[in-house]
C-alpha cells in the first residue's frame, strides 16, 4: 500500500494561487485513483478534484471549484499535483491527498460506492491572507 506525503505551502495570498503536491511511496502508485479533498473547521470533508488511476488520463472536479483547479500526476514522479487558482475567503482547510487502488477515480469509489480512499496524506492546513 502506497504512502502520501503532501508538501506545498501553505499560506496564500487572497487572489493568488495554490499548488501542492502528494508524493507517493510504492511501486504500485500508477494503479491508484487519487483525490485532494479538504474541511474547513465546523465543515464536513469537501471533496475538490479526482484524477483517474494508469495516466491520468481522466479528471473530475467539484462544480464549487471547476474552472479554477486542475489536478495531474505524474506516475514517473509518484506524484499528484493539484493547482488552484483565485483563492479566496472560502478556500481555507485542511487540504488532503487521497488515494484508492480498486476504482478508476475517487469520485467513482466514494460517489457511487461510498468507498472513501484507502490511504491519505497527512493534510495540510492552507490559509488566505488578505
Known amino acids: 500500500q502506497v504512502q502520501l506525503v503532501e508538501s506545498g505551502g501553505g499560506l496564500v495570498q487572497a487572489g493568488g494561487s495554490l499548488r501542492r503536491s502528494c508524493a507517493a511511496s510504492g511501486r504500485t502508485f500508477s494503479r491508484y485513483a487519487v483525490g485532494w479533498f479538504r474541511q474547513a473547521p465546523g465543515k464536513e470533508r469537501e471533496f475538490l478534484a479526482a484524477?483517474?488511476?494508469?495516466?491520468?488520463?481522466?479528471?473530475d472536479y467539484a462544480d464549487s471549484v471547476k474552472g479554477r483547479v486542475t489536478i495531474s500526476r505524474d506516475n514517473a514522479k509518484n506524484t499528484v499535483y493539484l493547482q488552484m487558482n483565485s483563492l479566496q475567503s472560502e478556500d481555507p482547510a485542511v487540504y488532503y491527498c487521497?488515494?484508492?487502488?480498486?476504482?478508476?477515480?475517487?469520485?467513482?469509489?466514494?460517489?457511487?460506492?461510498?468507498?472513501?480512499?484507502?490511504?491519505w496524506g497527512q493534510g495540510t492546513l492552507v490559509t488566505v491572507s488578505l
Open positions: 487521497a488515494a484508492d487502488p480498486l476504482f478508476h477515480t475517487i469520485v467513482v469509489a466514494t460517489t457511487d460506492n461510498d468507498h472513501d480512499p484507502d490511504v
Open positions: 484524477v483517474s488511476r494508469g495516466g491520468g488520463g481522466s479528471q
